[in-house]
């Protein structure tokens, strides 16, 4: 019965709020009297039923649709740009192409906007956090979603399917079981303080074994009024449980776990531990250690490995960079002619019998001060941070009726009436006859109204009621720039109608940008996705360069890290998008440091560092080591991929996708093994499938040949490649001769280069222009759900245009998006 | 220096001039190479290599190192588009230790053998008789040391030549004799005293180049490895 209801309440709800969009365009009689005779004319030649070049077909389309938009759009930037049909082939009279034009801007405005769409998977689980109050994960079983031009924000993708609903039906129905109202705690805290511990503080946790925790590795080391010391591990080395919490009853609901930490070690030449704490297998924090530390994880046992003992729980200090300390030996792992000392696993050695105290020893440890467990979590709602003030709650419909308005008001973001509120109480009221509890009635309550359309969705900024299209505004915003729904100043804003003033607006967006939430939820998904960032970057050992990765894991973080920052300082610091290509700094750390031969660097935090004078990378973001080294897979067709994804994320001219029928181009295989990366190129083109993309692809591509496997900077390459094995780990060895890099190249309109810095400069003058345009597009597709269309293009450009002067200073420019009727009336 | 060269060209310009001279009164000899010039970097003789092949103690030396398709020797001679032909060769070739490893002796049309070897499936490409020595994956049949040829990209064992316990008892400086029908595609093979008939072409068509193709042999694996006295002839 009560899951009938639930089904037929949400399916009302669903249908009624659900947004539909028309499928097909108004005007057909001029499509088919004018444009259809158009396209049959000039263009299907060339992109018919026998030729598709750029892969685009003309004779099957027929009509505005939708899911055509796109195509529109870019058919009427070719045509007013002259772009198309090519020099050479007859061309449209000036009265056809202005009539043609003005059929698909009156169409494209007659569809509408076609924006709303429901959360992304990182959205919807921080709008689960934030009506929650709680830090669970609790999309983390939700698989990623579909992404539209690269980025999961695409309203294309991001519409209601059954197995999506189905998902967040399974999710939404955890979420409520986390939290409780006049139910007491199902299980009690356990806690243990170890800073006045004198010795063997492992034995404070032995009452804990009575509460059926196992216990396993504890720390044994204590320093009275600082605490337990956990000794660091290195790399390879396994980690060790604390201990192991029992499973809460099927398996199902919330571990709380909670640690106060800080770090010690008595030599300043080490550096700060890195602390690893995974729960249920699952690596939940990894952190650099700098000072004293409260951590809390909220985790859910179904995303958990549970054994029979229960929910392992680890918390592990590493050392994640080799180091040296004056006044001690270093241990070198190296073997005869591998690795030599300088590289390879190194740290300072010493005799553990002569040196028992910890601040003896050249070492980081992590001080635990206190634990706290509660193996079984039900959380109190509304959670008390808020300071929320609801009078006495105790088993009444009135004190039900307070607690459903909390919860609607803030699950949809907006203001809740009346009438959106009667269902749901209604719902409420029947489970009660039911016979259901006051907290499982309301949690069911509650679940629908998570799987309703407005908590799942976003509104459009351009809807009917003024009201929910103000703090549609301030939801898209706010989700944008620091990844979770509006604070209560933008609520505020929203619900006094003031959102939608130029300076408010500006100063709103500026105030996100500046929130240290911004860096996690808006700058890494969004250059993660703009610059492909998701793909693996190769670290291989390097005899020769003497370099090896025992350390890779936080090098490789790091190399990641370096592009993050860098982009987020150039936001930060609205710096003029030239620098994106080419400036004299960068963002550092000890381990970049080390990569790039930069010494006097230490800690793990990344900060800016000006380039040296020698140092031929130059700054910018195609110098970075992380983005070269994704772009190689073993050393293979690094041209290409360097050479494709700058000029789709650079230059704003993304290559078509390879044909199906050509097979990849194996450098390793038969002949081609012996080949220059120039010869290898020039034999690919000999099929004139491939060469359609890479007679334009492959000059480019030749720019980073400056940049080995990993990233780092080489004036030399070998004849051939190997690939080898070594202590299990993957080396890329260069054998025979060397021969100076071939960096020699063309740009896509003929401009040639010599070398990696006159292709820098070249780009920086002549393409600039494109790549802002680019960029303005990504960042345009991510505030508002929908790739540019014709008015949006011309926003763009007159953003473009009153920023050129000033070199297109970044910040403004983003600042600028949330001005546009693309993002306020769609 | 000068004095070997002078030898050189003398003897290049002899061999040509074998070419189109007939031979022993019943044969017309189209090409021959003896391999008889001084060591050198390079095979000579207008034949084409890739890899280290060079001229040894008058033999044509394949310096094999584990490389794919790797050293390979090419030459080209009248065309051949009807009738038939014969082409024999000496063979040193003795295998230590080699498990995985191929050998080919082909003979095809220039126009249509590719210019690069990157693939297996290259192998056959305008190539009419295919003769393979070999074992293990590269040839798809055990043991190591077997003989036979390839069509349609199948390897086709006649017998096996040696085993992994009698390693070095049969290739040494043996004779290989393919006569050669072009009208129907066909070609029989004499190695070792023994003929296998009616072989069929692996593609069908003219004759003008001889090819001779090590793949994925080991330095370690062959104490043996070079061709000697190539003959092309025909009936007069």
Redesign the interface.
């Known amino acids: 019965m009560s899951k009938t209801g639930f089904i037929t309440l949400w399916l009302t709800l669903f249908s009624t709020c659900a947004a539909s969009a028309a499928e097909t365009g108004v005007d057909t009689k001029t499509f088919e009297e004018l444009v259809q005779p158009v396209l049959h004319k000039y263009c299907i030649d060339c992109h018919g039923p026998d030729v598709q070049e750029a892969r685009l077909r003309y004779d099957q389309v027929d009509g505005f649709r939708l899911s055509d938009r796109h195509l529109w759009t870019m058919i009427h930037q070719q045509l007013s740009q002259g772009e198309m049909p090519p020099e050479g082939e007859p061309q449209l009279s000036a009265e056809e192409k202005k009539r043609v034009l003005a059929w698909i801007e009156k169409e494209q405005r007659a569809l509408g906007a076609g924006s709303t769409r429901r959360l992304n998977r990182r959205e919807f689980g921080s709008a689960l956090q934030d009506v929650t109050g709680l830090k669970v994960d609790f999309a983390y079983t939700i698989p990623g979603d579909s992404k539209v031009n690269g980025f999961d924000t695409g309203a294309e993708a991001l519409q209601d399917a059954s197995d999506s609903v189905s998902q967040m039906m399974e999710v939404t129905s955890r979420v409520v079981q986390s939290i409780r109202f006049l139910e007491p705690p199902p299980s009690e805290v356990l806690k243990v303080d170890l800073v006045n511990v004198e010795k063997d503080p492992y034995r404070q946790f032995e009452p804990w074994k009575e509460k059926g925790i196992h216990l396993e590795k504890l720390p044994r080391i204590a320093k009275p009024g600082l605490g337990a010391l956990v000794e660091p591990k290195w790399p390879k080395d396994r980690s060790d449980n604390l201990f192991r919490v029992p499973a809460p009853p099927d398996r199902q609901g919330l571990v709380r776990v909670k640690f106060s930490v800080a770090s010690y070690c008595a030599f300043p030449e080490v550096p700060n531990p890195i602390l690893w704490v995974k729960i249920g297998g699952r690596v939940y924090d990894r952190r650099e250690i700098t000072g004293p530390l409260d951590l809390e994880y909220e985790v859910q046992v179904e995303d958990l490995l549970v054994s029979s003992k229960g929910v392992s729980v680890s918390f592990v200090p590493r050392v994640e960079l080799p180091y040296r300390v004056k006044g001690f030996e270093n241990e070198d792992r190296s073997k005869p002619g591998q690795f030599p000392d300088g590289a390879g696993l190194f740290r300072p050695v010493w005799d553990k019998r002569l040196l028992k105290n910890p601040e003896q020893q050249p070492r980081p440890f992590v001080v635990l001060k206190s634990v706290q467990v509660e193996p079984h979590f039900v959380a109190p709602w509304p959670p008390k941070q808020w300071n929320v003030d609801l009078g006495e709650i105790n088993d009444s419909p009135q004190s039900a009726e307070k607690l459903l308005a909390l919860w609607m008001d803030r699950a949809y973001r907006r203001p809740v009436t009346v009438a959106e509120r009667k269902h749901f109480l209604a719902f409420y009221k029947q489970l009660r006859g039911d016979g259901w509890t006051f907290d499982n009635a309301l949690r069911s309550t509650f679940q629908a109204v998570l799987m309703s359309t407005p908590f799942r969705h976003l509104d459009s900024t351009a809807h009917e009621d003024q009201v929910i299209a103000d703090h549609a505004v301030a939801s898209r915003m706010s989700f944008m720039l620091v990844g979770s729904p509006p604070d209560a100043e933008l609520r505020e804003l929203a619900a006094s109608g003031d959102i939608r003033r130029p300076d408010v607006l500006r100063a709103q967006a500026d105030r996100l940008l500046s929130d240290p939430r911004c860096y996690h939820a808006f700058i890494q998904p969004f250059v993660t996705q703009w610059l492909e960032m998701e793909q693996p970057i190769t670290l291989v050992d390097d005899r020769r360069g003497k370099a090896s990765y025992h350390f890779r894991r936080y090098l490789q973080d790091s190399m990641r890290e370096e592009t993050y920052a860098y982009i987020n300082r150039l936001l930060v610091d609205n710096r003029p998008a030239r620098e994106i290509i080419s400036s004299d700094w960068t963002m550092m750390n000890d381990t970049l440091a080390r990569h790039y031969g930069y010494e006097g660097i230490e800690g793990g935090h990344l900060r800016k560092v000006k380039l040296r004078k020698d140092d031929k990378r130059g700054g910018g973001i195609m110098s970075h080591a992380g983005i070269q080294s994704m772009l190689c897979w073993m050393g293979d067709n690094w041209v290409i991929y360097r050479g494709a994804w700058t000029a789709r994320h650079i230059l704003n001219d993304p290559p078509q996708l390879p044909p199906l029928e050509v097979p990849e181009l194996?450098p390793t295989?038969?002949?081609?093994?012996?080949m220059t990366p120039r010869e290898l190129m020039a034999?690919h083109r000999e099929d004139k499938n491939c060469a359609v993309c890479h007679v334009k692809l492959d000059p480019i591509g030749f720019a980073f040949q400056n940049f080995d496997i990993s990233g780092r900077w080489r004036d030399v390459e070998h004849e051939f490649y190997i690939v080898d094995e070594l202590d299990s780990n993957v080396a890329w060895r260069g054998t025979g001769k060397t021969r100076p890099v071939d960096t020699v190249g063309m740009l896509p309109r003929g401009e040639e280069f010599r070398n990696y810095d006159e292709f820098k400069s070249l780009v920086a003058k002549e393409y600039q222009d494109d790549m802002v345009q680019g960029l303005m597009k990504n960042f345009m597709l991510y505030a508002t759900g929908r790739k540019p269309d014709i008015d949006d293009m011309a926003e763009i450009n007159e953003i473009m245009e009153d920023h050129a002067d000033q070199g297109y200073p970044l910040r403004e420019m983003l600042l600028a998006v949330f001005q546009t009727k693309a993002f306020l009336e769609h | 220096m000068i004095v070997s060269r002078l030898f050189m060209v003398a003897a290049c310009v002899g061999i040509c001039m074998a070419c189109s001279l007939s031979h022993g009164g019943e044969k017309q000899i189209i090409f021959h190479d003896d391999f008889n010039r001084d060591d050198a970097n390079a095979v000579g003789n207008e034949w084409s290599s890739?890899g280290a092949a060079v001229l040894k103690d008058n033999a044509a030396l394949f310096k094999v190192k584990e490389e794919?398709?790797?050293p390979r020797i090419k030459r080209t001679f009248p065309v051949q588009k009807q009738g038939k032909f014969t082409v024999s060769f000496k063979m040193d070739w003795l295998r230590t230790s080699e498990g995985t490893w191929s050998f080919h002796m082909q003979l095809g049309d220039s126009t249509k053998i590719p210019r690069?070897?990157?693939?297996n499936r290259?192998l056959a490409k305008g190539i009419g008789v295919n003769l393979v020595w070999g074992g293990g994956e590269l040839v798809n049949f055990q043991p190591a040391g077997s003989f036979g040829y390839s069509v349609g990209g199948k390897f086709k064992p006649l017998f096996v030549i040696n085993d992994m316990k009698n390693q070095q008892t049969v290739v040494e400086k043996a004779v290989v004799t393919i006569d050669v029908d072009v009208d129907s595609g066909t070609y029989a093979v004499t190695f070792n005293g023994k003929t296998y008939p009616d072989l069929p072409f692996d593609n069908k068509g003219p004759i003008d180049t001889i090819r001779f193709i090590t793949n994925g042999c080991s330095a370690t694996g062959f104490s043996k490895s070079s061709i000697d006295d190539v003959v092309i002839s025909k009936d007069k």
Not at chain 1, 669 to 674: E, F, R, T, V
Not at chain 2, 116 to 119: E, V
């Open positions: 194996d295989a038969g002949d081609l093994k012996y034999y | 890739r794919e398709f790797r690069l070897l990157i693939y290259d």
